[in-house]
């Protein structure tokens, strides 16, 4: 055991004189050290306790974590502790090292490389049951870590570090307690002395102990929502709704509200409302509408805020979703339960906890307090496909070998040859990836350890098995499909104009790709104009689109995953969708190499859809949307002054009720003006609170790159 002299990096200094080998083991007693011994903070303006592991020796639930930079600083600040700190830096980030050791084959790495796809690159988000701690206090956790221990003998390591993480939430419970009464002392302010007793008081039983109202719930659960790394809160108004009953209408609104900022300031991923049970009852209650409420009045855009909608769901939740929407704060998100409970329930996941899923992320799929189903495990860019059967296996951007060969391209007789060999392509750059994932998966699973969420998400405890080494009731994967419109619509061409029409020959259009167009101004005007384009209600496009999409979800689900699953598909691109178009060199639907205006969901190609929005949803339940498992995203721009009516409230809400009686599973809405957008490009200071949906996430306007903006504007408006 090392003999430290500094105070400093206490969770390095656990971890590295714990003496067991136990890398679960090592990582609660870095905790605990860490509860013991690192910097605490009261939010008096707040009421709220923090506890996030962020030093040079970091931890969250996706592993050990370094910041080089950060004891190189402290050693010039504090030379006099340079050997301990050198010590740590030095033998803790050997430990790191460790978690780095997941190896793709060559194949995979050259395809990465290009840029069209990656796979394994996260730890994974998941949905913990951090409100069991409100609900039955850290001694009930420890009782039901001893029952699973006596049923599990020879995993005694992996519940000492289990019951060592509890012990380090009670330790920070302890000291917030004595910090709260010594603030106590001088405060003068009657809110800060309000919410200093009241953080006293929670901690007196708490966290040992349940909670007994809102206002103690939300201290402990953000208190152990930031020890666990600040994630997604998940199914907020179902595992609050207990506690917000019970509590004083002024207190509870005090504490949301508290909360909410929190969330905000934190950037917490996805908080989910509403919903079904497996009996189709509604789950809306008042806490749902106190959140919505919150979230208008605050226009905020984080948290991202999921709410589930079915057949019963009331009419006055469809009006706060239209109201909330109406500010231009890009939330919520709404869900179809009726399109995503089918899709779990494909996945073997039975009634009762399909209908408890949750977002995570952007918009990924979870199940509340069950599962870690990837979060997102990978993704590719569907259209490289189209490069990789028109130059036989080569990049057009690189000239890299990197797909199959499916042939000379030139010497297909007929389209369905053309399509044939394009699935190839598709099936082996979904086997890349998923292999690639499950690599990491299994890597992930025995150097990734997580004792702390490993309590509070089932099936760990009961198995013995870590958070991500198939301890979880659910261990599903999720891939997602990037540039989906842009492979439809280069297919369209190539049917089009080489086969149908004969407007070209295969080779002279190999041949202009190959030349990014330059020297053929014909060929990329007939591209560029061509009017038949996924997203306008024509048949023969959306026929190709759903033949596409459904058979790389069924696909998808084929695949085994490490975790003791299945993978399942999805469309969330996040900040993807320039970084997609980079990867790509030129194509048949007009695409120039390397250029960035690509689909950042489901839809058309941002300004392709011109038929207005029935269109394009028409054109989007060309897929089966029970078959993806993963957010199946669709991004619709609507007029702020059409959108702000009685005319337009009717409209979306209709259009809204059309998609999911159809089976469509979710819609994201930007409400703003082409003018707003193109200003805030030239004035970015007159527009600091725009915001808009980006990918599954809402985001403000300046803060994207040049490319994202440039692929918001483009993006239809409908109404304007």
Known sequence: MYNFKIKREPFGRGFLNCESDNISKKCAAGMVQAAKDMDLKIDTGLGLCYAKIDLGAHYDHDGLGIWERLFDNLIKEYPEEREDLLYIKENFGDWVDRQKVWTPSPE??????????????????ANPDHADVCHFGTDALR???EKYRALNPGKDDFYDACSMSMDALDILGERYREMALEMLKDETDPDIKSRLRKIADTFNHAPKAPCRDFAEAVIVFTLVFDFDGQDSPGWFDQYMYDFWKVTDSDLRLKYLDSIWEYFHNVRAWNLTVSGSDENWNDLTNDLTYAVLEVTKQKKYHTPN?????????????????YETLATGCGLPA???DEVVVVALERLGIPSHDAHMYVMNGCNQIDIQGKSHMGLEDGQFTVAKAIE???????SNRTGAELGLKTGDATKFENFEQFYE?????????????????????ESYGTTFPAPFRSVLIDGCLEKGLEYKNRGPIYGHGQILVNAFAEAVDSLVAVK???YDEKRFSMAELISALENDFEGYDDIYRILKNNDQRFGNDIKAVDSIAGELMDHINSRLLTIPTFRGGYFSGGCSP???????????????????????????????????????PTALINSCLAFDHTLPGSGFILNIKFDRAIFNSAAGEAAFTSLLKSYFERNGQMITVTVVSAEELKDAQINPDNHKDLIVRVGGYSDLFINLDEHLQENVIARTVYGA
């Open 108 to 125: 995979q790495l050259a395809n990465r490389k290009e840029g069209y796809m990656w796979s394994g690159g996260v730890g994974g988000h």
């Open 143 to 145: 009782e039901k870590i």
């Open 305 to 321: 805020l999921t709410v589930r909608t079915h057949r019963n769901s009331p009419k006055a939740l469809i009006t706060a979703i």
């Open 334 to 336: 709404v869900y179809n």
């Open 388 to 394: 990789f059967v028109l130059h036989n296996g080569r």
């Open 421 to 441: 060999a394009f699935i190839k392509q598709v099936d082996y750059i979904i086997d890349l990836v998923t292999d690639m994932s499950n690599i990491a998966q």
């Open 496 to 498: 089009r104009f080489v």
């Open 574 to 612: 996040f900040v993807d969708a320039p970084t997609c178009g980079k990867a790509l060199g030129a194509l048949p639907n007009g695409l120039k190499k390397s250029e960035r205006l690509i689909a950042d969901s489901i839809g058309a190609t941002p300004g392709c859809d011109v038929n207005g």
